[in-house]
């Protein structure tokens, strides 16, 4: 069967728990259908480039499907009549990623915080200290120029 990857905004104004309830019922479809999720990851609550439709944040959850194109058409049709998803995009892939994708990744990444291996700003040491520069040399001002306006 082909592999897709399924990526689906919905409205800033339900719950995460909604967003679960949502995701469960497209899993649903797609099981009908003859196909299964391999993975889903919710991605959280995120800020928008732009509005689309009048809100400026949106629920994100990614779906990795392995599902004929009947189960996915099926499953882009109850979504274009659900209120509560703004946007949605299928796209078909050769293989799927089992590794948590860039979003979670990203979001590993900044969870981090300080390893401790790096200097503080203010410690330059060998790298980048200029020393001591000297005296700035006297500006002229516009009107010591001699150019006129």
Known sequence: MPLYEHV?????????????TLVETLKGVI????????????WGLKTLAYRIKKNRKAHF????????AAAIA???RQMGINEDILRF?????????????????????????????????????DR????DRGERPERRRFEESGRED
Do not use: Y
Request: charged share 45%; aromatic share 0%.
């Open 8 to 20: 689906l905004l919905a409205r800033q104004d339900i719950t995460p728990q909604q967003v679960d």
């Open 31 to 42: 099981e009908n259908n003859g196909g299964k999720v391999e993975k889903v990851e919710n």
């Open 61 to 68: 959850a990614l779906l990795n499907l392995d599902a004929p």
């Open 74 to 76: 099926e499953m882009e």
């Open 89 to 125: 995009m299928t796209v078909k892939v050769e293989a799927l990623d089992p590794e948590p994708s860039a979003m979670l990744q990203k979001r590993d990444r900044d969870d981090r915080g300080d390893r401790g291996d790096r200097r503080d700003r203010g410690d330059r040491g």
């Open 128 to 131: 980048g200290d200029r020393g």
